[in-house]
């Protein structure tokens, strides 16, 4: 039997991007007047699905969803006898000040135990470095999988594992059970690198020392400083505080080049700091003190806001 869903309008409250001032870092918190929260666990719902989400509020502070729509509500029956529903959804599309030209598309997870390892590992290898954080989510949806716009907010579908709106991040735990403890970790860290960075103002107050530490060099040319510069050494860009340089190249048979210090500098920091521990940095980049001071800063100002590496 065909069944007619009318969509509802899920109203979503924008979360700010985290300052590096803490005068700054005030999050909006739902008045006392705010009692139909759809994210929340229904007071009449029962079963292991309802128990698992509840103890991970209770924990956490943060609402669990297993699927996107928050409300299933029966409306009745069209003049044809077909059941019309209305339904309440998480708009992924929804951004503070502009709505995404495409929406990710999600595949649930088939069997409760799925669900509890999921949710297992949010509470094992996330949510212990967001616990006390400005980076912490209001919800968080665990599916098997999902298809997100290959650009950000428009374009094809591709695979995804992440995606987030103002009110709700979105993770793709589906593999899990398949990987080792290693594996559980680097995947853990790709997810957390996107939790921080969407809300992590690089511009702020504090990054300020990054940006001016090597800003003087910030797209000059390498073989300006160093004639004899053939990529084979990396010291002069070591020594001028980067980590990586933009090739660019000149001449009718891209036989020479003319390379930049600078393309991606806050980048290869932070993937740094998020995904390499301290002691393996240190250990390679020692003993360039520039280096070593735009790490700090990075690192700081990430631990700052309640990060927990």
């Known amino acids: 039997m065909k069944r007619y869903i009318v969509y509802g ?11 590096c001032s803490d005068d700054d870092n ?3 918190e739902p008045s006392t007047e705010f009692n139909d929260n759809k994210f929340a666990v229904p007071e009449d719902a029962t079963g292991p699905e309802a128990d698992l989400r509840r103890e991970f509020y209770r924990s956490t502070g943060i609402n669990l969803l297993y699927s996107e729509i928050l ?14 529903w209305k ?7 929804y951004n503070l000040t502009s709505m995404n030209d495409v929406a990710p598309e999600f595949t649930e997870f088939d069997s409760t135990e799925a669900r509890r390892i999921a949710t297992e590992y949010v509470e094992e ?3 212990p470095h967001i616990s006390d954080s400005s980076f912490k989510p209001f919800s968080i949806l665990l599916v098997d999988d999902m ?3 290959k650009y950000g ?11 987030s709106c103002w009110r709700c991040t979105a993770m793709a735990l589906g593999d899990v059970p398949s990987m080792d403890a290693e594996e559980k970790s680097r995947y853990a860290s790709q997810i957390l690198m996107n939790m921080v960075e969407e809300k992590f103002d690089k511009y702020c107050d504090d990054m300020d020392p990054f940006w ?4 003087e060099y910030a797209t000059e040319r390498i073989s300006d400083h160093d004639p004899a510069w053939d990529r084979s050494d990396m010291t002069i860009v070591y020594e001028k505080g980067y980590l990586s340089y933009y090739e660019n190249w000149r001449g009718p048979d891209r036989d020479t080049f003319s390379d930049s210090f600078g393309n991606n500098d806050f980048d290869d920091f932070y993937s740094a700091v998020m995904s390499r521990s301290e002691d393996d940095f240190m250990e390679e980049f020692g003993m360039y003190p520039r280096i070593v001071t735009k790490y700090n800063i990075v690192k700081d100002c990430i631990r700052r806001f309640g990060y927990k590496f």
């Open 153 to 163: 907010s428009y374009g094809d579908l591709v695979d995804g594992f992440y995606y």
């Open 9 to 19: 309008l899920v109203l979503l409250m924008s979360v700010p991007l985290v300052s």
């Open 71 to 84: 409300s299933r509500e029966y409306v009745g029956l069209d003049a044809y006898g077909e059941e019309i």
């Open 26 to 28: 005030e999050i909006l």
């Open 212 to 215: 001016e530490l090597s800003g």
């Open 147 to 149: 298809l997100v716009p």
């Open 125 to 127: 290898y996330i949510y």
């Open 87 to 93: 339904e309440d959804r998480v708009d992924f599309r």
